[in-house]
């Protein structure tokens, strides 16, 4: 007798075989069940049910996108949620938990679409999962049983586990029940999304912090809906009322949910943990630190971020608020600075960088595991700059913007006489770009001092705030490009506009509490700079706009022709610039093209950078008015060294060879920055006199 050969069928995955599942992280922004591969487990309480494992950093996202379904448009709620503290289990299953979440669509699970027609009848129905009667719900339940659970594992807290006990949306007869295939729903609100969307929600929101009336929103949104032809999804339903109740929150949101500062700011962290990227309570030898980022701050840190520019703008507020205020900066297509974080810290040393910047960047590569800036502009050299290096993998450019302000200011204040003004702020420029070649940085500053010695007021200030950290700046000159006029002018743009909204007389009393900060920032700044965005992008509500702070100086000097510079090229000690408003008006800028230049303009004379600066250092640059970049110098020195004097070690000298290999690779990268306009070039070396009174640095095209 032949024997019957069985043939083995793969069998089902059981829930202990859990683990060897593969992680999967579809690389789009928001993704669905669509995006999975999914695996039916065998046996227990989940037999039958589809699973996959995400990482638990995504379950947001995941969420997203199954609420975007084409055919039943969804808004998945949390059914119910439990939670375990890490230790709390000796023996924990393979698919135990430390957070559990049901999520159920909010058309079902009860149905009263037999109860509109009379509500009264059924209003003592009790629904079936014992939550009540939903108040304000009723209208929207039509029986639909999709659901999913999620698992943060245990064994593995980084991972979550997706369990779909139902997918489709369908009432207990297996029918549709709502969304383009229910014949019932079309015409009607359950076609779409139970409530607006998240992204509608946060549009009408910022339009009321800014300060647009509810009729305006409304007339707004319904020429919006009828341009693209009708109603297309729950968000073209939006009511007066709904705009009603949002004006009502923002009318009643407050900062002190605490009496007591300490409490308050905890409070916000517990309520808003998606914004919060990092948060370390003050205890003991800890200081506080605090990383915000809202949803919109992480698409704009996406979208200009990549391949673009990342600039600090850090130690905000230190002489009036608790806490000062580090933000992270991005730059559109007009060059405007967009705060894209905030990091607000009792003790900014630079060191806490370590702390927050890998959460940041990991939230980041998350969304995108591509993303990668084109640059990191710090504004502070004692920054842990490989660190910032490492972890953003690009290059790191040095802001002057912050001391070449705080250099001006100091100098209008105390020194009345414009050219003495002016002949200062030239020298100072030339103490902070000592090079190698140049005199020891010890002697500049003494020349320096003994030179306007008179100036009593700035020189004390000079001593007290600077001197003991001039050196550092110039070594860091030493070994780090610096950011271009351009990208000053934006910086300086949003550091105006945070002053105007923080630092109002009627504020003054909510300067020392940190949670009156964070309701600034995250209302009040995040609204006018998503408006700022809306306005560019679609064009309505131009002239609601807040003209004052809508371009920088950069975008402003574009308007300047070419022809009203008056600039002579073997003579750069100062230019002219016909005024736009008044052709009888001449402006004269002193040391043209240099990151210290001044000019005699209202604007300028605030320790701001005008138009008119901006606009000769563009020429300087179209005109070619410089030399090559002090950092590549620097490496052009370091490999002719290695290449005249090789070592004789085999291991020191392939090691030198890899070094060099390096550094010219770092030099082409710096080329293309430069061609791209992103770095300042050093002044013509022509002769002493032209270094001494032309610092050329012209910012970007």
């Known amino acids: ?32 069940a669509a995006h999975i591969n999914w695996v039916k487990v065998e046996g227990g309480r989940q037999g039958g049910d589809d699973i996959a494992l995400i990482p638990f950093a995504r379950v947001e996202d995941f969420v997203k ?19 375990r503290p890490e230790g709390s289990v000796t023996k924990p299953r393979v698919d135990g938990y430390l957070e559990y979440t049901l999520y159920w669509c909010s058309y079902g699970p009860e149905d009263y679409r037999d109860c509109e027609s009379n509500i009264a009848e059924c209003s003592t129905v009790k629904p079936s999962t014992g939550k009540g009667s939903r108040p304000g719900r009723r209208h929207m339940m039509r029986g639909c049983l999709c659901h999913f659970t999620i698992k943060r594992l245990y064994t593995r807290p980084f991972l979550a586990l997706i369990i779909y006990n139902q997918r489709s949306h369908v009432d207990k007869t297996g029918a549709p029940c709502h969304g383009i295939l229910d014949q019932d729903a079309v015409g009607t609100r359950a076609m779409y999304a139970p409530r607006i969307s998240e992204e509608l929600r946060q549009k009408v929101m910022a339009m009321l912090f800014v300060g647009i009336s509810l009729d305006n929103i409304i007339q707004h949104h319904t020429e919006v809906v009828q341009s ?102 991005v730059f559109d297509a007009l060059r405007n600075a967009i705060p894209v974080a905030w990091i607000i810290t009792s003790y900014f040393d630079g060191q806490d960088l370590r702390k927050w ?61 414009f050219d003495v003004q002016r002949e200062m702020f030239k020298h100072l420029g030339k103490i902070l770009y000592c090079t190698r070649g140049s005199p020891n940085i010890v002697d500049v500053v003494e020349e320096f001092m003994q030179i306007f010695v008179d100036q009593l007021a700035f020189m ?40 105007s909204r923080l630092f109002t007389p009627s504020h003054a009393n909510f300067w020392p509490r940190v949670d009156w900060l964070i309701h600034i920032l995250t209302t009040e700044v995040h609204s006018l700079y998503w408006f700022d965005q809306y306005v560019a992008e679609t064009g309505f509500f131009d002239n609601m706009r807040d003209s004052s702070f ?9 308007r300047i022709p070419d022809a009203d510079v008056i600039l002579d090229e073997h003579n750069l000690r100062i230019a002219k610039v016909i005024s736009q408003t008044d052709g009888s008006m001449v402006y004269t800028v002193w040391n043209p093209g240099s990151e210290f230049a001044i000019c005699d303009c209202s604007w300028s004379r605030l320790g701001n950078i005008c138009k008119h600066v901006i606009k000769v250092a563009t020429l300087c640059k179209s005109r070619q008015v410089a030399r090559p970049l002090l950092a590549a110098q620097i490496y052009r020195q370091t490999l002719l060294t290695l290449l005249e004097n090789p070592p004789d070690d085999p291991l020191v000298l392939e090691h030198a060879i890899l070094g060099a290999t390096r550094l010219q690779q770092e030099i082409r990268g710096l080329e293309e920055l430069s061609n791209n306009g992103l770095l300042q070039p050093i002044p013509p070396d022509m002769n002493s006199q032209l270094v001494d009174n032309a610092l050329v640095f012209p910012p970007l095209n």
């Open 1 to 32: 007798m032949r024997k019957r050969v069985k043939v083995h069928e793969p069998k089902m995955p059981r829930m202990e075989d859990i683990l060897n599942l593969p992680v999967q992280d579809p690389p789009c922004s928001e993704f669905s």
């Open 65 to 83: 996108g199954e609420s975007t379904n084409a055919e039943c448009p969804a808004s998945f709620r949390i059914e119910s949620r439990r939670k």
């Open 228 to 329: 693209h032809g009708g109603p297309h999804n729950r968000d073209d339903f939006l009511t007066r009322n709904d705009v009603r109740n949002m004006e009502r929150v923002v009318r009643n949101s407050l900062h002190e949910l605490h009496a007591d500062d300490h409490c308050s700011v905890k409070m916000w962290v517990q309520r808003h943990q998606k914004h919060v990227f990092f948060f370390q309570d003050s205890s003991g030898s800890e200081q506080f630190l605090l990383g915000m980022q809202t949803d919109w701050q992480l698409q704009q840190m996406l979208r200009y971020g990549q391949n673009g520019s990342i600039a600090f703008h850090s130690r905000f507020g230190q002489k009036k608020l608790k806490y000062s205020l580090c933000t992270l900066l």
């Open 357 to 417: 910047i890998g959460p940041l960047v990991e939230r980041i590569r998350l969304k995108d595991p591509r993303w990668r800036p084109n640059v990191i502009v710090v504004d502070d050299p004692l920054f842990d700059i490989p660190f910032i290096r490492d972890a953003f993998q690009c290059r790191v450019l040095l802001c002057l913007w912050h001391i070449r302000r705080a250099w001006i200011r100091s100098l209008f204040k105390n020194c009345s006489n």
């Open 460 to 499: 004390e200030y000079f001593r007290n705030r600077w001197l003991q950290r001039i050196e550092v700046w110039v070594n860091a000159m030493k070994i780090l490009p610096v950011g271009t006029q351009e990208l000053h002018a934006a910086i300086e743009s949003y550091h105006l506009r945070l002053k």
């Open 550 to 558: 809508s371009t920088n100086s950069w975008y402003r000097s574009l």
